[in-house]
């Protein structure tokens, strides 16, 4: 009984649907449209996002010797950044770093013919994997290694981080606050649009109440219509996105400075979770655009 | 069965109805009467609770529908069939999808709302009408379907708002026979109409309004 009656509804729910097709299509082009500008949005913020944690990431340290560096040294080193998330790119002896800077001023390698030794100190450099943003490893790091017997100095560009740190903070905050907006701007536009769908049906519903329908009766199918345009509205708004991504990827190599910018388009769980949303926001604007009219 | 105790109903300053108490026994066959504006189907509204009294109370069924909960009345007004002098039928709904909404609501299994249906069709001689839309009747036939989702789940009571208002005289007869036949079976039968052709004769109780008060 239960089961043949929600079936009822559910059958309900999409011949209404079938017969209301024009007030429905008006209904679900607003909601692409207004699913569309918050899922590009989001993918936009999102690689944004990705690309500058990525920057934050491949942060290169210089440690710089007193000398030839011996292999204690090094083992040393190395026995402390095995605790570390980094990887050692490799050692720059000093005769390695004079023939690098040689070569760096090429012409004018002259200059470097006066001096009696070599000048330059021995480096190992090493990138950090974690996320900088999230501790004070490099400052700490930094002062591990000074403390090694042997280790002159050791560098990274601080300015570098905080830049990073400051651009992520700033992509965030505008991130939450214009993504909320626009989830907010989606979310009344759809709920109008579902009220007006149920105002153009409000003889049909008193009719319905009128002849002893319960709310609930009356509310179901309304609310399951609301959630398959929902579930629509974000599925279209998807597929245009990912259309529009393949074309505009295929064609345009996006490039920032020297860093090629890869668009990734939004992850599987990320897609489940907006038609979930899209879903929930149709449920959402149809139980309280009923709510309201039911007050009437 | 329906019982009012100094029920007042006012819209902003219009008062529509005044100080009505009264009473229909079941099985009961009754005109309420007088002319345009008289607040007979505010007062057929109150019965069926699309309207609540300003003041005073109406009983139907046992029940207060001043303080009636949703549900409550759902379930009471399954009891009771309306014939609305407007129809309320539903446009792009079936004359057979239109008469089963009544069944539809009560969880009724879809076999029997099927036979049903039928079954009333056939006494209110709208067999071959089925698959017409409301649109595509006559007044005539427009009556007989909202007379027909009125009284396929066999009410207790059938309130009937100016039935024969847009008939002629042939069909008028032949709605009056209808609505006596439906009495005939045990139905609380009450009818509105301005018109005195079809209380001429009547032996049935009838009750007068003028401006909102009973004469």
Redesign the interface.
Known sequence: ?KT??FR?LVRQAIRNIL?NRLVHLIGLGTMVIAFLVFDAFLLAFLNLDSWTREQGRSLTMSIYFKGEPKSSVIEDIRELLLQYPVSITKLISKDEAMKSLKKQLGDRAGLLRGLEENPLPASLEIILLRDVREDSLPYELKAKLEGINGVDEVQYSREWIERVRSIMGAVEIVGLVFGGLLFLAALFIITNTIKLTIYSRK??I??????????R?VKIPFIIEGSIQGFLGGLIALTILFLLYMAITAKVDLRIGFASLDIVFISPPFILVLLLMSTLTGFVGSAVSLGRFFKL | MIRLYHVYKSFGANTALVDISMTVEKGEFVFVTGPSGAGKTTLLKIIFSAEKPTSGHALVSGRNLSRIKDRELSLLRRKIGVVFQDFKLLPRRTVLENVALSLEVTGVPSPMIRKKVHQTLRNLALVGKEEYYPPQLSGGEQQRVAIARAIVNNPLILLADEPTGNLDHDLTVEIMALLREIHSRGTTVIVATHSQELLRGTRRRIITLSRGRMV
């Open positions: 009984m043949s009656f009822h017969q003889d049909e008193e009719i319905l109440k009128l002849v002893g329908a319960t709310n009766f």
